[in-house]
């Protein structure tokens, strides 16, 4: 037990000394021009469990049905229980940063136009997540380290409605919506 507290301690340096080294190295640079195709989700399933509330981008950004794709965050899940989100939890922290999930390597295997932050708390295994994903244009909430976003909505997570306005607001103003 005491091997496996500190063994999840080096694990855990070793994840922040990762994150710090690519926060200083320039972002990936991405082949995708203006317009958005891809739209990425983490969301933080333990403050707000409608993930399927992320389906209505579709519709507001005139997406095809597949250009949605939302991973969420529990600091606990059972992994017998069916899930309608893909989910990854702190037990996947591997070394060196690694994360040792198979839907959360499938989610950063793609490349997106926008990634949506939605997460109002600083959590190591999400901005993990956030450093590791490709996007042209991060989207955060201001109560996160403003280092992982490039759009700041100042909402409240649980007003999704406001947050979904303010995301089609900016990105017509960023130009990346075709009116």
Request: charged share 30%; net charge neutral; proline share 4%.
């Amino acid at each position: 037990m005491f091997f496996k507290g500190l063994k999840d301690r080096f694990k855990h340096k070793s994840a922040l000394k990762f994150m710090r080294e690519e926060l200083e190295n320039p972002p990936y640079p991405l082949s995708r021009k203006n317009g958005i195709q891809m739209v990425g989700v983490i969301v933080d399933l333990d403050t707000f469990p409608r993930a399927e509330s992320f389906e209505d981008f579709i519709e507001l950004l005139g997406l095809r049905p597949s250009a949605v794709k939302v991973i969420g965050y529990k600091r606990d899940y059972d992994t017998n229980s069916p899930y309608a989100t893909p989910i990854f939890s702190d037990k996947d922290l591997g070394w060196h940063g690694e994360i040792d999930n198979g839907y959360a390597q499938e989610f950063l295997s793609r490349e997106y136009d926008v990634l949506i932050n939605y997460y109002s708390e600083k959590n190591l295994m999400m901005q993990l997540m956030t450093v590791k994903t490709r996007a042209r244009i991060r989207v955060g909430f201001a109560t996160v380290d403003k280092t992982f976003n490039d759009l700041i909505v100042d909402c409240p997570t649980k007003d999704f409605d406001l947050f979904k306005n303010e995301i089609r607001k900016y990105l017509n103003v960023l130009k990346e919506l075709s009116a």
